[in-house]
């Protein structure tokens, strides 16, 4: 599975694909199989027929014989000598998740899909399931047959299965997507590299195992309904996969539960719209001051407590609070100066104290006021009430001081202004810089018309945007 991702444990920004040399496959559908010497050649037939008249990029077909014991391997090797776009692997395993893991991993393909051998999905859809892969939009896509406008034929027994173990999934892993076991999927090959390594199952559970950790990482899942119709010879052994999934999703949901999953280098930065790029970092920002404040905040008002405690002796109730509330708000300016807004030197530290003391002034009317609702001044109040009435009157001050901080004292660093430019870009110089007078020989000259995509066809099938 060889990708582009960039050194380091987090996933890049999601981007379109870029334009493939011609002939290179830009979507690799596996087939998983075992046993399915009847079956296997008309689907391949089909699939690469749709494929070849359909499909605007170039593709291979990859046939993943789960160690049949049939002419299966035969059949197999027959159409990857026949069909340049298939190619046949064989593992001496058997399980759906592992022929997937196996055959993906060795892919160069970007964007990996699989199907079902009976081809139940409409291969209409294959297109709309891989277009947002394709695009960057979306991480990874997935068929759906619960789908309010999907077109179902199966009878009764499959339908409450799958309905049934979807509740299931919602109700115990919280999973949001509709079906977790269509055999329609598709995966970006740089996601993949990251996902499949943390998931363990090598069965019929793979699918949901794959699902629920993306989902819970933050990662974009696409839905298309699909047109379904069921396999009256399918082999699937409802009430043994059932048990396996049972036994899936209590793993799962202890992982999840105990934080044994490093999920995190699946997060995805946003993309390259300098407006998503600008938002993710004012969010990172406040979110940064926030925890800075909180901690000092804590830190500050312990001080005031202390101080409030030694002064109140021989200052009394008024005069302990405004003197411990002064010392703590010089202090508290100075912490938030340089641990929560990063401001650093002496250059305006003077003035940045005084816009404190207005705060401090706020904080003081607030306190003083409440004190002052109290009855503290005639001494009918006890000590206890005095510090919790104190407390209250310091957090509901807490807000308004961080307003004040953020948008008056210390304005975000990185707005561009006369005095200081945004990070990354150059401030303005102080005097025009003359420029040299045009050379008439070179402004004469025509310019170049700009060099335009253009698209190829190969044979086979094989149509490659350029």
Request: aromatic share 6%; charged share 20%; hydrophobic share 45%.
């Amino acid at each position: 599975m060889r990708t582009d991702t960039p050194p380091g444990d987090a996933l890049p920004a999601r981007e379109h694909l870029p334009a493939a040399p011609a002939g290179a496959p830009v979507l690799d559908v596996t087939i998983p199989v075992y046993n399915e010497e009847q079956d296997l050649a008309p689907c391949v037939h089909r699939l690469h027929d749709h494929l070849t008249r359909t499909f605007p990029y170039g593709f291979r077909i990859t046939i993943a014989d789960n160690a049949s014991t049939d002419r299966t391997p035969q059949i197999a090797a027959g159409l990857a000598a026949r069909i340049p776009e298939v190619r046949s692997f064989r593992l001496e395993e058997k399980g759906r998740g592992r022929a997937l893991r196996a055959v993906w991993a060795h892919s160069d393909a970007p964007v990996l899909a699989y199907m079902d051998v009976d081809l139940s999905t409409g291969l209409n859809a294959l297109l709309p399931l891989v277009a947002p892969l394709i695009s960057g939009h979306s991480d990874l896509a997935i068929g759906s047959r619960l789908a309010r406008t999907s077109r179902v034929v199966r009878g009764p027994k499959r339908e409450f299965v799958s309905r049934a173990y979807n509740v299931i999934l919602k109700s115990s892993l919280s999973a949001r997507f509709s079906d977790a076991q269509c055999g329609f999927k598709a995966v970006r090959a740089d996601v993949a590299a990251k996902l499949l390594p943390m998931v363990e199952d090598t069965g019929w559970f793979f699918d949901t195992e794959m699902l629920v950790l993306a989902e819970r990482a933050g990662l974009r899942i696409h839905e298309v309904p699909v047109d379904w119709v069921d396999d009256p010879d399918s082999r699937v052994h409802i009430v043994r996969t059932a048990v396996d999934d049972l036994k899936g999703v209590w793993r799962v949901g202890r992982a999840l539960a105990t934080g044994a999953l490093p999920l995190e280098r699946l997060a995805r930065p946003l993309g390259d719209d300098p407006r998503e790029t600008e938002a993710a970092r004012g969010a990172g920002r406040l979110v940064r001051q926030v925890a800075g404040f909180c901690g000092v905040g804590v830190l500050s008002t312990l001080f005031y407590l202390l101080l409030y405690a030694l002064f109140r002796g021989g200052l009394g109730a008024q005069g302990a609070n405004a003197a411990a509330l002064l010392v703590s708000a010089v202090a508290n300016t100075a912490a938030n100066r340089r641990l929560t807004f990063g401001v650093r030197g002496r250059g305006r530290a003077v003035r940045h104290q005084l816009q404190g003391l207005v705060v401090f002034a706020v904080g003081l009317a607030l306190t003083s006021g409440s004190l002052a609702a109290l009855g503290t001044a005639t001494g009918n109040a006890s000590h206890t009430a005095e510090l919790a009435v104190l407390v209250a009157a310091n957090l509901a001050a807490t807000v308004l001081r961080f307003l004040l901080l953020r948008a008056w004292v210390f304005p975000d660093r990185a707005a561009p202004g006369p005095e200081r430019a945004a990070p990354g870009v150059a401030a303005a110089p102080a005097a025009p810089v003359p420029t040299p007078a045009p050379d008439p020989v070179a402004s004469s000259a025509p310019t170049p018309p700009s060099t335009l995509p253009t698209s190829t066809t190969t044979t086979s099938g094989e149509r490659t945007a350029r």
